[in-house]
């Protein structure tokens, strides 16, 4: 039976790549609500002009015969609906962040628990991205050893004059950290093996942008885990100069070689979804553009088989857990 979903919330643009990859793996995209008009709606509409608005969001989910809701509205709305849309039966997958209190999570945690819905996230820096599938494949065949760290960098043009209010509210987002950076912190525990680990460092600014005091505009973490060390550095600096949107990077250092991934852009080299390879036997880049994106249809799998082969729900558990933690770190509160 075809999977059948609908969206809540169009806010961030992250949803075209939700919903195309959705529709890719063979589900139907049958609905739609989001508040008022967002400057993301036109670019959603070219892309599915075909999908009906619907007239609420409780239509949707009091619809039986929709299975998963999409979310990628304004960051602090996200876990109030993904808890309704479980107790109505429904699946969710979100846009990052899923949450941004700790609170939230812990009342994501609870209706999980209660209701035995699935509940997740689209790291598309993962998910997304073929020269990470690519990178993925490498280490599992043992190509660098054993994995001991990863340094992620995620970059990211401001591009001001598009950026609706909630950008620039630290409520609102809920901090460069709890935002941008949990990708970062999910392709370390992913790529280390990690369960659990520790923020080591954590610290926030705003150094470019004083006329928007709610807008944190550099961050970082340091991690640390029984597996492993991870450094994260999240930024909204990208120059306009460059093509794309952030030279996104992810090096993964084994103990017999590293991989390095310049996943948007390599200055200097036509493409995307580079992948430099080096160990005691080759030294080489690789075009990784054509790799499978595995994700989605192992998702639409787990939700007909309620399993984890996508991504365990303890995983996105822990990567709200610590990218809250290191937010909490980085402002000086108590995590």
């Known amino acids: ?40 709606e036109e670019g959603f509409l070219n892309r599915f002009p075909d999908v009906p608005r619907a007239d609420s969001a409780e239509a949707l989910l009091a619809d039986p015969a929709i299975d998963l809701i999409l979310l990628s509205g304004i960051p ?29 999570l812990d009342a994501i945690k609870a209706t999980v628990s209660a209701t035995g819905r699935i509940w997740s996230i689209d790291f598309s820096e993962r998910f997304e ?21 990863t340094l992620g960098i995620g970059p990211h043009r401001l591009n001001r004059d598009t950026r609706p209010d909630w950008f620039f509210d630290r409520d609102a987002y ?7 950076a949990s990708h970062q912190i999910d392709q370390f525990l992913f790529f280390t ?22 807008l944190q505009d550099f961050g970082e973490i340091a991690l640390r885990s029984d597996r492993g060390r991870g450094y994260i550095r999240v930024d909204w600096y990208t120059p306009d100069a460059l093509p794309t949107w952030g030279d996104g990077r992810l090096t993964i250092l084994g103990t017999e070689g590293y991989i390095e ?7 200097g080299s036509d493409g995307t979804d580079h992948v430099i390879l080096v160990n005691g036997d080759r030294c080489e880049k690789i075009d990784a553009s054509g790799a499978e994106l595995p ?10 088989d309620r399993t ?13 857990e610590l990218s809250l933690k290191a937010q909490a770190i980085a402002e000086g509160a108590r995590a």
């Open 261 to 267: 991934l310049r996943k948007y852009v390599d200055v």
């Open 76 to 104: 602090r709305d996200r876990a109030g609906w993904a808890v309704k849309a479980m107790e109505a039966g429904k699946d969710v997958l979100s846009d990052k962040p899923g949450c941004t209190t700790m609170e939230q």
């Open 193 to 214: 093996g990690s369960s659990d680990a520790e923020v080591t460092l954590a610290s926030v600014a705003n150094y470019a942008n004083p006329d928007d005091p709610g």
């Open 295 to 304: 994700f989605f249809a192992r998702f639409v799998a787990d939700l007909r």
């Open 129 to 149: 991205v073929p020269a990470v599938t690519r990178a993925a494949e490498l280490v599992a065949e043992g190509a660098i050893g054993r994995v001991v760290q």
């Open 308 to 320: 984890e082969t996508a991504m365990s729900q303890a995983h996105v558990f822990k990567v709200c």
């Open 174 to 180: 809920g901090g460069i950290l709890t935002d941008i």
């Open 1 to 40: 039976m075809t999977l059948r979903f609908a969206a809540i919330g169009i806010d961030h643009r992250h949803i075209y790549g939700m919903a195309a990859n959705m529709i890719d793996a063979g589900a139907d995209f049958v609905g739609w609500w989001t508040d008022g008009h967002p400057g993301t």
